[in-house]
């Protein structure tokens, strides 16, 4: 049916209105079906118009039906800025870190929300986050190579780990992989990063070697090492050269440190570390080719920042349990934490370490460490190599 104007509307209504008052009830229905045809009107409100009850045709309302909005452009803008400062997490993440993020950004007067903003900020749930950051998300998507190379006869020494053998409770079990900063050739020397993930914690170390050379990552996993908030109680490493070697396996059994492998081709056996390489290295370094000493130095000093950020301001789900229900797979997940509180919970770290990791908590600005990444980055990036 052809739209009509108001006016015309209106001509129609009183045109049949005093018609419509002293007819039958058979006409009367005659000139309702007309009304409504002409006009689009329903029929119960062209009879209440006829009869003058409503005194004339009123435009279509224009607001919007339903709750009003609780969340507006300023709230959303917030949010916005909270978002990209937590490494553009899902929704349940940021309103697991939330309160953290902003204790720490308000502590370095880094934003100045008012107080309702404030306080919908600390109330919002997950899935609010999610829908009003649906407009504003991005997806990228990266792929690369491996770099990874058979290792040596030792690897009949370095038994294979399934997952029961280890008390993943307890934090120091840690799972070591090399992440190839090659870009589309692996001919030549090019950066790798050395990632180090805490199984029970999340704890996430990474160091990056000049070389896969065994010297150079053994130097790399002492320096992760010092560095730790708790001492390593085992190592999981793939079946890499870099890795199964004599110096590595010697030093593990003088400090009476478990040493396990994954089975050949099963990347699955060491998923803590995989995904790490992508959500920590991967989505900060990316995929391009780095050589040399000058970006070495660079990327170790973006790794120093790194390490704070992504251990104390970015929270992580752990995976409880899985279950298969038919042809479905359930899993069950705690609710996301930042490795920091994890290890605060934790009853098998020290008082002291503790003390020492709340110290150095206090004294972070997550807005000043993104400062200072993204300029090491931009250096970092003017050294990519062409290959």
């Known amino acids: 049916m052809t739209k009509i104007s108001m006016k015309s509307r209106q001509e129609v209504i009183q045109r049949y209105c005093a018609r419509y008052k002293k007819s039958s009830k058979k006409e ?13 009107l329903s029929r119960d409100r062209a009879k209440k118009l006829l009869c003058g009850r409503i005194k004339k045709v009123e435009a279509p309302s224009s607001k919007k039906r339903g709750r009003k909005s609780k969340y507006g452009d300023g709230l959303r803008a917030a949010l916005e800025k909270i978002w990209a400062l937590m490494d553009f997490a899902c929704g349940r993440r940021i309103a697991a870190g939330m309160k953290d993020m902003l204790d720490a950004l308000l502590r370095f007067n880094e934003v100045n929300f ?14 609010t986050i999610d829908r009003l950051l649906k407009n504003a998300k991005k997806h990228m998507k990266f792929k690369g190579i491996s770099a990874t190379k058979p290792g040596t006869l030792l690897k009949r020494d370095i038994p294979i780990r399934l997952g029961t053998q280890w008390d993943d409770a307890v934090p120091g079990y840690v799972e070591i992989d090399l992440v190839a900063h090659c870009g589309v050739t692996t001919a030549g020397e090019y950066i790798n990063t050395l990632d180090v993930t805490d199984i029970c914690t999340g704890w996430t ?47 593990c059994k003088q400090e009476n440190i478990c040493f396990t492998r994954s089975r050949p081709d099963k990347k699955n056996d060491g998923c803590h570390v995989e995904q790490k390489n992508w959500s920590v290295v991967r989505r900060n370094i990316g995929y391009d080719r ?20 992504t251990n104390f301001f970015l929270p992580s789900a752990k995976l409880l349990s899985k279950s298969r229900d038919g042809s479905k797979i359930r899993k069950r997940y705690e609710a996301p934490q930042t490795p920091y509180k994890r ?32 300029k090491l980055l931009d250096q970092l990036q003017r050294l990519r190599t062409t290959c």
Request: glycine residues 6%; aromatic residues 8%; negative net charge.
């Open 290 to 309: 780095y050589e040399g000493g000058e970006a070495l130095r660079i990327m170790n000093e973006y790794y120093d920042l790194l390490r704070l950020y």
């Open 28 to 40: 009367k229905g005659r000139i309702l079906d007309y009304v409504c045809s002409a006009t689009g």
């Open 114 to 127: 008012d107080q309702d903003t404030l306080e919908k900020l600390h109330e919002i749930s997950s899935a």
């Open 205 to 251: 170390e990474t160091a990056a070697v000049l070389n896969k050379a065994q010297k150079h990552v053994f130097e790399a996993l002492m320096i992760v090492k010092e560095r730790q908030p708790f001492p390593i109680l085992g190592i999981d490493s793939d079946n890499g050269s870099e890795f199964i070697n004599a110096h590595l396996l010697r030093y």
């Open 343 to 374: 290890l605060m919970s934790s009853q098998h770290i020290e008082k002291d370490a503790k003390k020492r990791l709340k110290e150095t908590w206090h004294t972070l600005n997550p807005a000043e460490l993104k400062r200072g990444m993204a």
